[in-house]
């Protein structure tokens, strides 16, 4: 049987609403497995049955994360939140962990993850970072084109898969790793020293991108790398 993976909802507060970026169910279609998107809210008994259910854990884009979470007063160009969100990806990610199973985040789930394990961000890039150079990292569409390059860490997971030392990714984020978390090592490295992809080391699979390889065009070879690892990494998990 094919690996199921729960995907973290995305959550519109205008229409009340969650939804989903299609290429984030794609891109786990295509790497063969099972997307599966978690509801907003659950309960502990819902909890015990994704548990049950999921082999591995997509954290997506979206929100900024409360800076409560890192500790820090909410400035004012830090994004709106979402505490039920917040909330469950607490949740989800307490589950990951205690029992193994393979998590991959991207944008928010980078920052995310990063925080849940005891680093904090930068609530507003522009405002708050002093890169070495300036490249942009909140690019205008289309969002499946390369707006900037990071070095891949020699040695690390990502240099592996991919087999050469950069790459070009998209950017479309505001917010991003301050201090890197305990337990957490660097996988790539953007032209300005701002971290842009991280794991665990100590973990089977516990990875992280900055950039959106859900937007890249479904014959992108490293976009399609990325979400493959991921799921050889979740099967043997259920």
Known sequence: ???????????????????????????????GAV???????CDQADLRQIKSMCSGYLFTGGHDVDPSLYGEEK???????????DRLEQNVFRMAWEDHKAVLGICRGLQLINVLMGGTLFQDLPSEF???????????PPYSRVCHQVELVQGGPLCKLLGRNSMGVN?????????????????????????E???????????AVQWH?????????DAGKIFRSFIEGSKGHA
Not at 75 to 85: F, H, N, V
Not at 130 to 140: D, V
């Open 1 to 31: 049987m094919k690996p199921v993976i729960g995907i973290i909802p995305l959550f519109d507060e205008e229409k009340d609403s969650i939804w989903m970026v299609p290429g984030y169910m794609d891109g786990i279609r295509r790497a």
């Open 35 to 41: 997307p599966m998107i978690l509801p907003l809210v």
């Open 75 to 85: 400035t004012g160009l830090c994004g709106p939140a979402c505490m039920e969100r």
């Open 130 to 140: 002093q890169g070495t150079c300036c490249i942009e990292h909140h690019m205008k």
């Open 171 to 195: 950017s479309y984020h505001h917010q991003g790793i301050k201090k890197l978390a305990p337990g957490l090592k660097a996988t790539a490295v953007a032209e300005d020293g701002l971290v």
């Open 197 to 207: 992809g991280i794991y665990a080391p100590d973990r089977e699979y516990i990875q």
């Open 213 to 221: 390889p859900e937007f890249m065009s479904p014959g992108d070879a």
